[in-house]
């Protein structure tokens, strides 16, 4: 999907509703948009149509969202504020948001009923929606809206902090990209007249890819004094700055940045825009929106400081040119979101929809609970084109539930679920669900408590026949708000262990 448009579009928002004084829900309005964007093709605000919002609220977020029925109104007052702004920011006519009005009146009775039938949902959104609404596909990076919390700078030691594998474009773009960075165009003209650029032409040389290496090298390691940002202190700082840009992969909002470097420094606050102007003018920072993140070039030049550091600073291959398996084990590694997006859109544009199925539903078979979620999930993305390769799942012990889902939530034939493939499939979607878990126990607590399986059926799962059985009754144990059933599931898991002990 489109991120930069998003997040441009929330920006102005949020900025349209304090000055006419509306409550803005901008996250659900965020997530409206990422969904129009992600399945419906939509680009632009000017691309919503009255039948978008038929699209996403009666069979996008049914499949899709993790919510009880009741929230159903929420959504819509959000769909109903998203129209006002599309009106008034001039993305729509009057007659069109007249008619968008019509069809979200239409909507709003049916969507309550639309959300609790189980017949809706999809492979990304568990029988009984036990982690949060977006954390079924997080392993395959789709944007959960939250703001990252650089923290501290991390170690520098590689034992410690290992960096991330960084995807770069090839070499004939970068030495391209070096013709558009004022810095570089200003050392190598005939005098230059700034004394950043004057400085650096004296202090480096070589072939162009080595002297723009040293560059960043020197901009953040030397003690530049103020001449790379304005400010003595921030100059300090860009060394900690870029490592945590390098490490996140994605663009940040700048409020984020003017943050984290607020905290580093004593001087006074930061002036963002001034300085994210100059760091722009270095070639080292690019700007979309109200977000901001490391150039190609910078990153490539980071990495090339950091091997000489001799730290491990690995490559990370394009998992569009991976098979079924290379592709999942890439996306359970960690992908940035509009990286793994970018990989998983281009993987399937490569196959005809049987094909692709074919393929992920192969690799998914014996797999763990976590890698066999990723497959299904991006099968979930699939029409019925797809039917005969997934129908064919039917006779595989432990994809035949997530088949049932998926035929049945396309109107296909599909056969009923028995008792034990209910529990089976329950424990294999809370089995996927258990790294996010044990990274916020609390978010995952509270939406268990909120929609997560009763206790007459947690006390049946330990009868189940699946490897990760135990680990999930334990979770459940630890996590579930309600007494009675937080018990339920460490008896389940007593009995769980004692059976597989005989």
Request: glycine fraction near 8%; charged fraction near 25%.
């Amino acid at each position: 999907m489109s991120i930069e448009w998003v997040n441009r579009a929330i920006d102005h928002l949020r900025a349209w509703g304090r000055t006419r004084g509306v409550d803005v829900d901008a996250d659900e309005v965020r997530l409206l948009c990422d969904y129009a964007s992600d399945y419906l093709d939509v680009d632009k605000l000017g691309d919503f149509t009255p039948d978008t919002f038929d699209e996403l609220l009666l069979s996008i977020y049914p499949r899709k969202v993790i919510a009880p029925p009741e929230s159903a109104s929420e959504t819509v007052a959000a769909a109903r504020t998203l129209v006002d702004y599309l009106r008034d920011a001039g993305e729509v006519s009057e007659a069109t948001a007249a008619a968008m009005r019509d069809r979200i009146a239409d909507i709003a009775p049916r969507m309550p009923e639309a959300l609790a039938d189980p017949a809706n949902f999809g492979m990304a959104k568990s029988l009984f929606s036990a982690i949060g609404p977006e954390s079924l596909e997080q392993s395959i990076a789709v944007p959960s809206g939250e703001l990252p919390d650089l923290g501290e700078a991390p170690c520098d030691c590689p034992g410690c902090s290992p960096l991330p594998a960084v995807r770069l474009p090839p070499p004939g773009d970068l030495l391209a990209g070096l013709a558009d960075v004022p810095l570089w165009v200003e050392i190598h003209g005939p005098e230059p007249r700034q004394g950043l650029a004057e400085d650096l032409r004296r202090s480096t040389g070589g072939e162009p890819p080595r002297r723009w290496a040293e560059i960043v090298a020197h901009l953040v390691e030397r003690d530049t004094g103020g001449a790379v940002t304005g400010r003595a202190d921030l100059d300090d700082e860009l060394y900690d700055l870029f490592d945590m840009l390098y490490r996140l992969q994605v663009p940040v909002p700048v409020t984020v940045i003017g943050d984290y470097l607020d905290e580093l420094t004593e001087d006074g606050p930061v002036d963002l825009p001034g300085t994210l102007g100059r760091l722009a003018w270095c070639g080292l920072v690019e700007q979309e929106g109200g977000s901001a993140g490391l150039t190609p070039l910078a990153v490539w030049a980071l990495r090339e400081h950091y091997l000489t550091l001799g730290l491990d600073a690995p490559l990370a291959g394009d998992l569009a040119d991976a098979d079924a398996t290379g592709l999942i084990e890439g996306l359970l590694e960690g992908v940035p979101t509009e990286l793994a997006e970018s990989d998983i859109t281009r993987w399937l544009d490569r196959r005809a929809p049987g094909a692709a199925a074919a393929e992920l539903l192969a690799a998914a078979v014996g797999a763990p609970a976590v890698a066999r979620g990723i497959a299904v999930t991006i099968v979930d993305r699939l029409g019925a084109e797809a039917e005969a390769e997934v129908r064919a799942c039917l006779d595989d012990h432990e994809l035949r539930p997530h088949a049932i889902h998926w035929l049945a939530s396309r109107g296909l034939p599909a056969p009923a679920l028995t008792q034990e493939e209910l529990l089976w499939v329950s424990i294999d979607m809370l089995a996927l669900a258990m790294p996010s878990a044990e990274e916020d126990p609390d978010v995952f607590g509270e939406n268990m408590a909120a929609s997560g399986p009763p206790a007459h059926l947690i006390e049946e799962m330990w009868r189940v026949d699946h490897p990760d059985v135990v680990d999930v009754l334990e979770l459940l144990g630890r996590s579930l708000s309600d007494g009675t059933v937080a018990k339920a599931a460490r008896k389940a898991a007593f009995k769980a262990r004692s059976r597989s002990i005989r």
